[in-house]
Nanobody
């Protein structure tokens, strides 16, 4: 089992920046991929960015490329802290942001489908005003 705790959400004006943090803690070798997903009111949850816990592979959704940056720190085989630096925020980035983790055998890469992640945090709200 993996426990995930997100922090860093808030309210900013368009063009501003926020940095989200996700602390993933589980049994040894319980996860190797951690991702950020978001859900706006009335919309489906969608992927934002995903990282292999050693930082050797990452993925960005097209709508955040060039603006968001994901990074990770994995001090041991049970804990990963993942950061999402969000720059150039737009009102359409407003959503509840969720951290998710999973254990996969994809040779150092991670799937981008949210249905494949079985551990989820409670979410942190990001609001961008125009």
């Amino acid at each position: 089992r993996v426990q995930l705790v997100e922090s860093g959400g808030g309210s900013v004006q368009a063009g501003g920046s926020l940095k989200l943090s996700c602390a993933a803690l589980g049994d040894a070798y319980s996860h190797n991929c951690v991702g950020w997903f978001r859900q706006a009111p009335g919309k489906e949850r969608e992927g934002v960015a995903i990282i292999y816990r050693d930082g050797g592979w990452s993925y960005y959704a097209e709508y955040v490329k060039g603006r968001f940056s994901i990074s990770s720190i994995a001090p041991d085989n049970a804990k990963t802290t993942v950061y999402l630096q969000m720059n150039g925020l737009k009102p359409e980035d407003s959503a509840m942001y969720y951290c998710a983790a999973g254990l996969f055998s994809y040779g150092g890469t991670c799937p981008d489908g949210l249905s494949e992640y079985n551990y989820w945090g409670q979410g942190t709200q990001v609001t961008v005003s125009s």
